[in-house]
Nanobody, 123 residues
Framework: QVQLVESGGGLVRAGGSLRLSCPAS????????MGWFRQAPGKAREFVAA????????DYGDSVRGRFTISRDNVRNTMYLQMNSLKPEDTAIYYC????????????????WGEGTQVTVSS
């Protein structure tokens, strides 16, 4: 069992940066591929980024590639999302999720998720 709690969201101006954190409880965190998804009002949940259990491989959604960086610290049982050059269209609730799959791009492939943290980017 893994419990996830996102933090670090907030209000920022376009061009600014935020760093999201997702500490996880449970001894098996280091065995899970972890991902970030986001959901804006009236829209489907969108893949943002994912990182394999070892941190050796990561992938990003096209809309954030080059601006966002996902990372993890398996000693601290925490995953991060560094978000730079933020745009108003990045405004959404961001969710931290975990899966036993090697890599997954759909939210329904994930087994665990948190309550989300709101990111709002003003123009």
């Amino acid at each position: 069992q893994v419990q996830l709690v996102e933090s670090g969201g907030g209000l920022v101006r376009a061009g600014g940066s935020l760093r999201l954190s997702c500490p996880a409880s449970g001894r098996t965190f280091s065995t899970y591929t972890m991902g970030w998804f986001r959901q804006a009002p009236g829209k489907a949940r969108e893949f943002v980024a994912a990182i394999t259990w070892s941190g050796a491989y990561a992938d990003y959604g096209d809309s954030v590639r080059g601006r966002f960086t996902i990372s993890r610290d398996n000693v601290r049982n925490t995953m991060y999302l560094q978000m730079n050059s933020l745009k108003p269209e990045d405004t959404a609730i961001y969710y931290c999720e975990g899966t036993r799959e090697t890599m997954a791009y759909n939210a329904n492939e994930y087994d665990y998720w948190g309550e989300g943290t709101q990111v709002t980017v003003s123009s």
